[in-house]
């Protein structure tokens, strides 16, 4: 049976997003945690290969050594559906934090309350109330 993971590729920042999103959801944490050495070809310390949970959702991540001319796009974005206002609320503050706002939080016909953020590290969520 085929398994699909969402992979996120950082620039020298996987570890410290990593921690920022499992520390916003319950049930979440790192699995595996693989850093370049001294050796490289990765600046040593940065993100090898990094399997974690979010909400008991697997990702996989890694910090990218090579320079790339695109990045993060919100055409692909991690859609989570709140359970309470208050924890959509809570996550649009934190995610939006050092972030950009794409749609402020608001009623949109589609949904009473959602909002879509991309957060400090350039990854795009939508988050809306279920």
Not at 5 to 27: D, P, Q, V, W
């Amino acid at each position: 049976m085929q398994k699909l993971t969402t992979f996120l590729m950082f620039e020298g920042r996987a570890e410290e997003a990593i921690r920022f999103y499992i520390s916003l959801f319950k049930n979440s944490e790192i699995k595996d945690l693989k850093k370049y050495g001294k050796e490289g070809p990765g600046k040593e310390g940065s993100i090898l290969h990094a399997t974690f949970s979010l909400n008991g959702q697997e990702f996989m991540a890694i910090d990218s050594y090579v320079k790339h001319a695109f990045t993060f796009t919100p055409s692909v974005s991690i859609y989570v559906q709140c359970e309470s206002e208050e924890e959509l609320t809570t996550l649009a503050n934190k995610l939006g934090e050092n972030g950009q706002v794409l749609m402020p939080l608001d009623n949109y016909g589609f949904s009473q309350k959602f909002t879509w953020v991309n957060d400090r590290f350039g990854v795009s969520w939508q988050l809306n109330l279920a």
